[in-house]
């Protein structure tokens, strides 16, 4: 566990004055590694003495041990531990929780991806005769960006974001189809219902979602996005960009895959477009 986390994990259990310190850490820590004890202290509103206690909670012998720590975390790629929304923050304020809190899911869900996972799909995408991506919801519009990516690459694609027709497509698949089921909970159970389907058609069912969830265990390749949202915004924006971010990857790997003449056919499409464009 990164030294943020375990700061956030122990917020509610710390003295008042500790508690600030440890807040202080949590929303300015590129400051906190910069800055002198007394002007860590003077920020908290406490005394030194605090500080150099609330290091040693955390099991560093000092300050100096303590920023190491948190600079070592900052420089391996560990993001901010997201600080919640409060009703009195300014423009400011929300611009920064907001986007940290996005970064911050970003590079979570870049650490949770399995390697071994990306080439699975990007195998059974690749021999596919036909890819059906299928998604509700918030899920709904992530399944259109991956429809809009992969059919470019060669293999018939289509999306389906109504969930009768995903039973009836589901059903209709034949056996060397894949299917990518998107879901930020999976746990709807019409999806896991169209899985099932697929299943019996015989169809590879590559799931994007949280991998503790019902839709993880039906899959038979698991995309995992374990995403912890900010309950303070009340949209699954991260876990979608995350969604998002992975589509990318298993684009960019299929294409890399399919060689030259999957490059020339993106390079196509995208030549397509520029009639639709002002030129600059």
Not at 30 to 46: F, G, L, N, R, T
Not at 127 to 138: K, W
Request: net charge positive.
């Amino acid at each position: 566990m990164s030294l943020l986390s375990r700061i956030q994990a122990l917020l509610p259990d710390l003295p008042p004055s500790e508690k600030r310190v440890a807040e202080l850490v949590l929303n300015r820590p590129v400051e906190v590694v910069s800055a002198p004890i007394s002007q860590i202290a003077q920020w908290s509103d406490v005394s030194q003495p605090t500080v150099i206690r609330f290091c040693r909670r955390l099991k560093c012998p000092g300050l100096p041990g303590f920023k190491l720590k948190l600079a070592g975390d900052l420089g391996a790629g560990i993001p901010f531990v997201h600080a919640s929304l409060a009703p009195g923050d300014d423009l400011s304020q929300l611009i920064g929780k907001v986007f940290d809190h996005a970064v911050a899911g970003l590079a979570r869900g870049r650490n949770a991806l399995p390697p071994e996972a990306v080439d699975r799909a990007v195998e059974a995408l690749d021999r596919a005769s036909r890819i059906e991506c299928y998604g509700l919801g918030n899920s709904a519009i992530t399944a259109q960006d991956a429809q809009m990516k992969l059919f470019r690459l060669g293999t018939a694609t289509v999306v389906c974001t109504d969930s009768q027709i995903q039973r009836v497509a589901a059903a209709l698949l034949p056996g060397d189809a894949a299917v990518l089921v998107i879901s930020n909970s999976g746990r709807t159970k019409s999806l896991l219902d169209v899985a099932a389907l697929a299943r019996r058609s015989g169809a590879t069912i590559i799931a994007l979602t949280r991998s503790d969830s019902p839709l993880a265990e039906a899959a038979d390749i698991l995309l995992p996005a374990d995403v912890q949202e900010n309950p303070e915004v009340y949209a699954p924006m991260v876990s979608r960009l995350v969604h998002l971010a992975i589509i990318d990857v298993l684009t960019v790997a299929l294409a890399l895959r399919k060689g030259p003449a999957a490059i020339t056919r993106m390079e196509v499409a995208k030549a397509s477009l520029q009639a639709t464009r002002e030129p600059r």
